[in-house]
């Protein structure tokens, strides 16, 4: 069992930055893929980005692409989320998942992630 604890969330101006951190328990995180997700009110929840286990694919949702920066330290169980240029558009709860596998593949259904985090509030006012 993975517990994933999410932490970084905030208000912030239009253009500005924020960095999400995902800590994960376990001793299998570097087997793990992670990827993070978002809901706004009213909506369904949408993929952002992942990264598989190693580091070496990452995967972003056109609507973040060249603005959000997503990477991991193993050692440190963690991932980050670095988010710049924000727009009020992403304004979310942001989730943290992960998945056990072990392979070059890049998952963006939410139904494919076995572990999530609490989420963590991000508001971005114009």
């Known amino acids: 069992q993975v517990q994933l604890v999410e932490s970084g969330g905030g208000l912030v101006q239009a253009g500005g930055s924020l960095r999400l951190s995902c800590a994960a328990s376990?001793?299998?995180?570097?087997?793990?893929?992670m990827g993070w997700f978002r809901q706004a009110p009213g909506k369904e929840r949408e993929f952002v980005t992942a990264?598989?286990?190693?580091?070496?694919?990452?995967s972003y949702a056109d609507s973040v692409k060249g603005r959000f920066t997503l990477s991991r330290d193993n050692a440190k169980n963690t991932v980050y989320l670095r988010m710049n240029s924000l727009k009020p558009e992403d304004t979310a709860v942001y989730y943290c998942?992960?998945?056990?596998?072990?392979?070059?593949?890049?998952?963006?259904?939410?139904?494919?992630?076995?572990?999530w985090g609490q989420g963590t509030q991000v508001t971005v006012s114009s």
């Open positions: 998942a992960g998945r056990r596998e072990r392979a070059p593949i890049i998952r963006v259904q939410s139904y494919d992630y076995e572990y």
């Open positions: 376990g001793h299998t995180f570097s087997s793990y893929l």
């Open positions: 990264i598989n286990w190693s580091g070496g694919s990452t």
